[in-house]
């Protein structure tokens, strides 16, 4: 299957699918980044809560709000 092809067939999913394939495509990407796997689980371990996020600010990071 070409790029092309992938990307209609991307295209035509629903947004709960697409979200799942964005979701999948990262694991892959960063499947085997020590850095990356690194970062991410200093971030999730941070306990300083003056790092976190509050739902609210989330939300406008991703541009919901």
């Known amino acids: ?4 092809q992938l990307k209609q067939e991307v ?4 947004d709960r699918a ?3 394939l964005i979701s999948y495509t990262l ?3 960063y499947a085997h980044d ?3 796997g690194r970062e991410v689980a200093d ?7 003056s790092h976190w996020l509050t739902p609210e600010e989330f939300e406008r990071r ?3 709000t």
């Open 18 to 20: 697409q979200a799942e």
């Open 34 to 36: 020590a850095d990356y």
């Open 1 to 4: 299957m070409s790029i092309e």
């Open 43 to 49: 971030r999730l371990n941070d306990a300083d809560k």
């Open 11 to 14: 295209a035509s999913l629903d």
């Open 27 to 29: 694991q892959l990407r």
């Open 62 to 64: 991703l541009g919901k």
